[in-house]
């Protein structure tokens, strides 16, 4: 430590080290000579070369106790920099306040090996990670999202509290907020740190057939999710009787320090589902499906300026076209359901089509009905047009990722014939691995 101290106050470069080693070599290289030849005749004969290669390694493995923390820090210091001059940009900074921050910065993570953001540094880098997310076509709202800033929360009851809170503030009467709730990031001595098993905070379970494994009922995107939760005793499912396609999940986290993932059933109070009807075709609503008003994501992790928040559940509000995906894609059958129940003939050409056409009138007439926000993709096309339009404006290229803007909007929308280019800049939300799979 008192070595890497010295590094430090030098401004000693990680890069530098094995130049240090070399030069280390050529200061003793007279003494190594030297005993080399006084062991010449002697049972303890030991040549030049072995003396240096004996010295290499013991340098190698003394130095990597500095060396590793001392790039770490390296890395940290470049990224919260990078950081700072943005926020400096953004918040209108003179230079005498961001050189101030940055020293500040320098000395913390000099001590602890991290930092700490003050409130406004992390609402401006969550929604700075939101303008520069490439899949999301609803980015013109970035600068509207509220950041609940819960990093003080340490308990696995204390977070259930406020993502029930987040809950509430998100479906705010029905007229959806963007919202964000932060809690503590991952420390530098940390794998992980606190990290949701669940990848969104309301998920319909997946039910497999006992006999044949093949038919299943539910959202099959948590098949495997739903079958580890069961058979490890985690989440105890309805009976078979009472079970339907629409059975809401538990939340599931792991804290550090803590060998058993804390698992939560939320009260049905703080879970908005919308029934899926449709204003022509009565049968629709027979078919039982709904769905949950608030897309919550709660298993991305974003870095801001050199720090790793991998637990931040964060909602906006649904894109029809993304029900419409779920309902036809992960419900098998459900698309030959759909069709009886509207009268289309499944042996015609074009079927599937006029039903995904169906379903977003549905799922559009049942969230304006039920007083929920939802964009159209017409809507949301135009806005997305408008954001590029304004972030050009105010001299940034946006980066975009044409199969989930354009792709997802279709030929009739302005998106797809908009040239996009998909690169990355940061902080941006990254999608993590399911850590219940590791």
């Known amino acids: 430590k008192h070595l890497g101290d010295i590094h430090r106050e030098l401004g000693v470069p990680t890069d530098a080290y094995p130049m240090i080693g070399m030069s280390l070599i050529a200061t003793f290289k007279p003494f190594s000579e030297q005993f080399a030849e006084m062991t010449k005749g002697t049972d303890m004969l030991v040549t030049q070369e072995e003396l240096e290669e004996a010295f290499v390694g013991v340098y190698g493995p003394t130095m990597s106790f500095i060396f590793y923390p001392m790039l770490r820090e390296e890395r940290t210091v470049a990224k919260a920099a990078e950081f700072f001059e943005e926020v400096a940009e953004e918040l209108d900074w003179n230079?005498?306040?961001?050189?101030?921050?940055?020293?500040?910065?320098?000395?913390?993570?000099?001590?602890?090996?991290?930092?700490?953001?003050?409130?406004?540094?992390?609402?401006?880098?969550?929604?700075?990670?939101?303008?520069?997310?490439?899949?999301?076509?609803?980015?013109?709202?970035?600068?509207?999202?509220?950041?609940?800033?819960?990093?003080?929360?340490d308990t696995p009851e204390g977070i259930v509290h406020e993502?029930?809170?987040?809950?509430?503030i998100a479906t705010a009467g029905t007229n959806l907020q963007s919202v964000m709730t932060v809690f503590r990031p991952r420390g530098p001595d940390e794998p992980w740190g606190i990290r949701f098993w669940s990848d969104q905070l309301v998920r319909y379970a997946c039910y497999a057939d006992k006999d044949d494994p093949t038919k299943t009922m539910g959202?099959?995107?948590?098949?495997?999710?739903?079958?580890?939760?069961?058979?490890?005793?985690?989440?105890?499912?309805?009976?078979?009787?009472?079970?339907?396609?629409?059975?809401?999940?538990?939340?599931?986290?792991?804290?550090p320090g803590r060998d058993e993932p804390y698992v939560h059933q939320?009260?049905?109070?703080?879970?908005?589902?919308?029934?899926?009807?449709?204003?022509?075709?009565?049968?629709?609503?027979?078919?039982?499906?709904?769905?949950?008003?608030?897309?919550?994501?709660?298993?991305?992790?974003?870095?801001?300026?050199?720090?790793?928040?991998?637990?931040?559940?964060?909602?906006?509000?649904?894109?029809?076209?993304?029900?419409?995906?779920?309902?036809?894609e992960r419900y098998p059958g459900a698309n030959e359901k759909w069709a009886k129940a509207i009268g289309i003939d499944t042996s015609k050409r074009m079927w599937k089509s006029r039903i995904a056409h169906e379903i977003d009138v549905a799922v559009l007439h049942s969230f304006d009905e039920q007083g929920y926000t939802i964009v159209d993709m017409d809507t949301v096309g135009q806005q997305f047009m408008t954001h590029c339009k304004r972030e050009q404006e105010a001299g940034r290229e946006c980066p975009a990722q044409w199969s989930w803007i354009g792709g997802l909007t279709g030929p009739t929308n302005p998106t797809w014939h908009k040239e996009m280019r998909d690169f990355r800049v940061e902080p941006v939300y990254e999608y993590c691995c399911e850590m219940w799979g590791v």
């Not at 991290?114 to 609803?138: F, M, P």
């Not at 993502?163 to 509430?168: A, T």
């Not at 079958?227 to 986290?253: A, M, N, S, Y």
């Open 163 to 168: 993502i029930e809170k987040h809950l509430e």
């Open 266 to 328: 939320f009260d049905g109070k703080y879970v908005d589902e919308v029934s899926i009807s449709h204003p022509e075709y009565p049968e629709v609503s027979r078919l039982g499906h709904r769905w949950a008003a608030v897309p919550a994501i709660s298993s991305f992790n974003v870095n801001i300026g050199g720090v790793d928040y991998g637990c931040m559940p964060f909602n906006g509000w649904f894109a029809s076209v993304e029900i419409v995906r779920d309902l036809m």
């Open 219 to 255: 959202d099959t995107a948590n098949k495997h999710f739903t079958k580890f939760l069961i058979e490890k005793g985690l989440w105890t499912p309805p009976p078979p009787e009472k079970r339907t396609q629409h059975d809401v999940l538990p939340i599931v986290f792991k804290m």
């Open 95 to 153: 230079p005498a306040k961001l050189s101030k921050r940055m020293l500040e910065v320098k000395l913390q993570i000099a001590s602890t090996g991290t930092y700490q953001h003050t409130a406004a540094e992390l609402q401006l880098g969550a929604r700075l990670a939101w303008r520069n997310s490439t899949k999301c076509i609803g980015r013109i709202s970035w600068n509207t999202l509220e950041v609940r800033d819960c990093r003080h929360v």
